[in-house]
């Protein structure tokens, strides 16, 4: 029997409750002085729309997106947030996964002493879908979805609440897609042009203004699956 197709693979089965979680215990060490991050880095972590209209001096593929930046899709129990990220955040999602996260909300705050920002990007965008869509209705972000195919670069904050959200949720942006599977422990590397996800590794720190000095740590606990 050959491997799950990718929504199966990505979305799976919710697992029975286990697990546990606890806040991060990173080893940290020293690096020589960081250059300052990109400047579409700033604009993803604290600005929830405004990046995602310019141009980028790392290039831009037919999305309109930079090659460094791609879609980030977390499922929990309750359902599934997607967002854009830079490809620079991954290994401090990675790293968040090991503290079992039962949610979301816990894992981007995991992620957060490693590549700070995130929370508060992702909450904006959050606040923007919850202000303008309703179980009665989601035609706000079915417009702003068929919108961002038309408007090049246009990629919103939003919950996957129906197919067509799912559907986007899965399709990939900039430099691929990756898909983190709280339920089911399970990374799923959809697409991945910016740089190989590792289970294990290193990586700067960010602290949302730039780099810093230090390096951390990262560790995919073997209970977890990275695919491909």
């Known amino acids: 029997m050959g491997p799950a197709p990718p929504v199966v693979a990505a979305w799976g089965e919710p697992p029975s409750p286990g697990g546990s979680f606890s806040p991060p215990q990173a080893t940290v060490s020293s690096s020589a002085i960081a250059k300052t991050h ?8 604290k600005g929830a729309f405004q990046m995602l209209h310019s141009g980028f001096a790392a290039g831009q593929r037919d999305d309109g997106l930079a090659m460094n930046l791609m879609r980030c899709t977390v499922i929990d129990q309750r359902g599934g947030v997607s967002f854009l990220i830079h490809g620079d955040a ?6 968040a996964c090991g ?13 957060a002493p490693f590549y700070d920002s995130l929370c508060e ?3 904006s965008g959050l606040a923007v879908f919850d202000e303008h869509n309703t179980p009665a209705s989601y035609a706000s972000i079915h417009n702003a979805l068929r919108g961002r195919r038309r408007e090049l670069g246009a990629a919103p904050v939003f919950r996957v609440v129906d197919e067509v959200t799912r559907e986007e949720s899965l399709r ?14 399970r ?6 042009t910016y740089r190989e996800l ?17 390096v951390f740590r990262y560790y995919l606990p073997r ?6």
């Open 172 to 185: 990939p942006l900039g430099a691929g897609a990756v898909i983190f599977n709280l339920r089911d422990r």
């Open 99 to 111: 503290f079992y996260p039962p949610s979301f909300e816990d894992l981007l705050d995991l992620a």
């Open 187 to 192: 990374v799923v590397q959809l697409a991945n």
């Open 90 to 95: 991954l290994p401090a999602l990675v790293n």
């Open 121 to 123: 990007y992702v909450a």
């Open 198 to 214: 590792r289970r294990e590794g290193r990586a700067r720190i960010f602290d949302g203004d730039g780099w810093t000095s230090e």
């Open 38 to 45: 990109l400047a579409e880095v700033m604009r993803v972590c």
């Open 223 to 228: 209970d977890w699956s990275l695919v491909p």
